[in-house]
């Protein structure tokens, strides 16, 4: 009896609260947030795809864990973004709201790659294996330079 109430309230929370871990596609910023002072307007990143959070096998993933209302997070977004803008057709982008985890898929990917600061980015390689992976924010040209070796 106690695992059909289990069961019932994993599916409500799905239902209820989509995943915030996403292969996202057309990324851009939200309008409104702060670059100089923590002030939550939600989770800087928006896209118009948050489902997919499996690997392409064959082709390089760029994670990045953040949380919504944090300065840190707000500016790492930013380059993210352009950094989108620049290697959206080779690189996957999977994107982790660590305050809002709500499904198996995204829980895994703070237990596997998630070091318990944000904002973190993680860059995989073709087979899905960590190549690299910084904590804080990180200037766009050392990202893109992680990148291209993976590619």
Do not use: C
């Amino acid at each position: 009896m106690r695992e059909h109430y289990f069961k019932f309230f994993l599916l409500w929370l799905l239902i209820f609260f989509p995943s915030s871990a996403s292969a996202a596609e057309n990324l851009r910023l939200r309008d409104g947030i702060s670059y100089t002072h923590d002030v939550d307007k939600g989770f800087p990143i928006i896209a118009d795809k948050f489902d997919d959070v499996k690997f392409d096998s064959g082709k390089a993933t760029l994670l990045f864990f953040g949380a919504a209302g944090d300065l840190n997070t707000n500016r790492q977004a930013r380059r993210v973004v352009d950094l989108y803008k620049k290697f959206k057709e080779q690189l996957k982008f999977i994107v982790v709201d660590v305050d809002h985890l709500t499904s198996p898929e995204s829980k895994q990917l703070i237990k596997n790659y998630y070091q318990g600061y944000i904002p973190q980015e993680v860059v995989l390689d073709k087979q899905g294996k960590t190549f690299w992976t910084k904590i804080g924010e990180v200037d766009q040209g050392t990202m893109a330079a992680q990148i291209e070796k993976v590619m």
